[in-house]
């Protein structure tokens, strides 16, 4: 097997080709994994309505396949956990939002009013990406913060001079 890519691996339909892969994978080790890893975080970050149950099967298939992530990196102990953890709050943020109401510009919060830290504010994302935030920020709530998922309806948007900049002009 040459390319061990999640394109690749979605596409095997036997029992015996996805023990070849997980072989392959297995003898590249951790930087062969790592970037299956990031395709599979991109697919959670950009999947739709339609595609959940065919994202939560392949979710399902990896977890199979790899069960002991650990030998690829310590680190990694808990990561289908993790992964498993984003795709339902993901799911939620989908129920929850209309279909006809997720276009614009959305943004997601972090905030905690008990302690000095200032507001996290990731602003301009489309509704998929901010539903993976909303979904990969969930897992780590502290007691007191709260996670907002929102839509902006109307901006204004200023940026900076750089006559006025203390910044040296290029």
Do not use: H
Not at 23 to 45: C, N, P, Q, V
Not at 112 to 124: A, D, E, I, R, S
Request: with cysteine; charged share 30%; aromatic share 14%.
């Amino acid at each position: 097997m040459t390319e061990l890519t999640l394109r690749v691996y979605r596409d095997i339909g036997s029992e015996a080709l996805r023990g070849d892969f997980r072989a392959a994978m297995e003898a590249k080790g951790y930087y062969a994994f790592f970037g299956f890893i990031e395709d599979l975080r991109a697919t959670l970050k950009r999947y739709e309505e339609e595609e959940k149950d065919e994202v939560g099967k392949l979710l399902g298939q990896c977890r199979t396949d790899f069960p002991n992530l650990s030998r690829y990196s310590p680190s990694w102990e808990r990561l289908w956990d993790e992964l498993t953890s984003i795709y339902e709050a993901k799911n939620e943020a989908l129920a929850e939002v209309p279909l006809s109401e997720r276009d614009g510009e959305w943004q997601v919060l972090i905030d905690n009013p008990y302690t000095p830290q200032q507001v996290v504010c990731y602003p301009g994302l489309g509704f998929a990406d901010a539903a993976y935030l909303y979904a990969y920020f969930q897992q780590d709530l502290k007691p007191n913060e709260y996670l907002r998922l929102q839509k902006v309806t109307n901006v204004a948007i200023k940026t900076g001079s750089k006559e006025v900049s203390m910044f040296p002009r290029d």
